[in-house]
């Protein structure tokens, strides 16, 4: 029988953390900068993986280290303090610190399209929101507020939605013990593939669940004051992904070389990489570059987040540094 023992995420990811990895340049003095991931080694963030690996930010004078993130390691306390100059996060999260008083600001945005979804066998798809009515759920129950603002915005009666309390482990769904998991598209439905299990994925954001996800932050001060280096940081960044779109393959081998100790499967690596593309990819980012976003995509999360209990202004969201990067300057 196959196991499907998968924590978040972190079946793809493997046990091992790395404590920082940094691209050696050139003999002229360079900047030394950190930048906080939000978790453990995998293609999540080959481009990042790539800039590195390529030497994109030693070629803007600036020695990166790769930070790891994980259940113990959260992004923003290294960037409130100026431990990690950038972080990845994402908008619920960061909406959270700023009501706690952190000078967040958000200055772009990786996933153009939030990952939660809900996976269900294919031989009992759930295929839009009204079809979880007289299904069962597993999810963590810390994850009901997400739930619910879905079923608001689809006038779903989750009264009619039986919730059982599951680990992050896609067992529950194939040996029948619930009709469908609320989960990241990348990471559950991928171990699935691998591993022969016909799947179905309706993903949140197609159904109006808009919240930005794989977010860059930075505090205020360091926009202000540190602007130049985040620049450099964020034109490097943006390189690295802009190779990550064209091979994905190549991405998730990269991946499985830089930690070979991580236990990642390149297989699945590649699935996983190549699930990504439709999240982080648009019409938007085509037209204005990796990271975008507009001010009615920054409304729609503002709507969002208030149904999760989050209440922000767009003044969360700080584009002038992509406009800079990208001359898309208004």
């Known amino acids: 029988m196959t196991h499907f023992a998968l924590p978040r995420r972190r079946f793809l990811q493997g046990a091992a953390a790395f404590g920082g990895l940094a691209l050696a340049g050139p003999l002229r003095a360079q900047a030394a900068v950190n930048f906080q991931l939000s978790w453990l080694p995998s293609v999540q963030f080959g481009g990042s993986y790539i800039a590195l690996d390529k030497g994109y930010w030693s070629e803007e004078g600036l020695e990166v280290a790769l930070q790891s993130g994980g259940p113990n390691a959260p992004v923003e306390p290294p960037v409130v303090s100026g431990t990690a100059l950038m972080g990845i996060s994402a908008a619920d999260y960061t909406a959270a610190a700023v009501e706690q008083g952190a000078p967040f600001k958000i200055i772009a945005v990786a996933m153009q399209k939030n990952p939660f979804a809900i996976a269900s066998l294919s031989a009992n798809p759930v295929n839009e929101p009204k079809d979880l009515e007289g299904k069962s759920i597993g999810m963590a129950t810390s994850n009901m507020p997400v739930l619910q603002a879905l079923c608001e915005i689809n006038g779903v009666d989750i009264d009619k939605i039986e919730v059982v309390p599951t680990q992050y482990?896609?067992?529950?769904?194939?040996?029948?013990?619930?009709?469908?998991?609320?989960?990241?598209?990348?990471?559950?439905?991928?171990?699935?593939?691998?591993?022969?299990?016909?799947?179905?994925?309706?993903?949140?954001?197609?159904?109006?669940?808009?919240?930005?996800?794989?977010?860059?932050?930075?505090?205020?001060?360091?926009?202000?004051?540190d602007r130049a280096t985040l620049l450099s940081l964020l034109k490097g960044e943006v390189r690295g992904w802009q190779d990550y779109e064209k091979d994905t393959d190549a991405a998730a081998a990269l991946t499985v070389e830089m930690f070979p100790d991580s236990g990642l499967d390149l297989e699945t690596q590649k699935i996983q990489a190549a699930a990504q593309v439709g999240l982080m990819y648009s019409e938007l980012t085509k037209s204005k570059g990796f990271g975008w976003f507009t001010d009615e995509t920054v409304a729609a999360n503002i709507e969002t987040l208030g149904l999760l209990g989050r209440t922000v202004s767009a003044e969360l969201w700080d584009r002038s540094l992509l406009e800079e990067v990208h001359g898309n300057a208004l």
Do not use: R
């Open 169 to 225: 482990d896609a067992a529950p769904l194939v040996s029948g013990q619930v009709d469908c998991l609320l989960c990241w598209k990348t990471d559950l439905p991928v171990a699935m593939t691998v591993a022969g299990v016909e799947n179905t994925v309706m993903l949140l954001a197609d159904f109006g669940y808009a919240v930005h996800s794989q977010t860059y932050i930075a505090t205020e001060d360091a926009i202000k004051n």
